[in-house]
Nanobody, 123 residues
């Protein structure tokens, strides 16, 4: 079982930036694809970004392409989400995820979740 701990959330003005971090422990980090999902109040959780185990492949939801960048440091067992040009509609709880199998955009492919970190973007 892997444990995930997110950090880096907070309150930021529209147009600002944040970097989320997710520290993993409990199994071999470099063997798993990783991702970020988010859930806004009153809405279902949605896919944000994912990265392959060696970092060679990434995928993003359309609304964050060009603004968000996912990366990982396997030596530090950490995955990051750099968020630039933030918009009020990016406000949500952001969850780190470890994929066990399946399609990255489908939360049923996730084997373990972090506890989430709140991101609030003011207009």
């Amino acid at each position: 079982q892997v444990q995930l701990v997110e950090s880096g959330g907070g309150l930021v003005e529209a147009g600002g930036s944040l970097r989320l971090s997710c520290a993993a422990s409990g199994r071999i980090f470099s063997s798993d694809a990783m991702g970020w999902f988010r859930q806004a109040p009153g809405k279902e959780r949605e896919f944000v970004a994912a990265i392959s185990r060696n970092g060679a492949f990434t995928n993003y939801r359309d609304s964050v392409k060009g603004r968000f960048t996912i990366s990982r440091d396997n030596a530090k067992n950490t995955v990051y989400l750099r968020m630039n040009s933030l918009k009020p509609e990016d406000t949500a709880v952001y969850y780190c995820a470890v994929y066990y199998s399946g399609t990255w955009t489908n939360e049923r492919s996730v084997g373990s979740w972090g506890q989430g970190t709140q991101v609030t973007v003011s207009s």
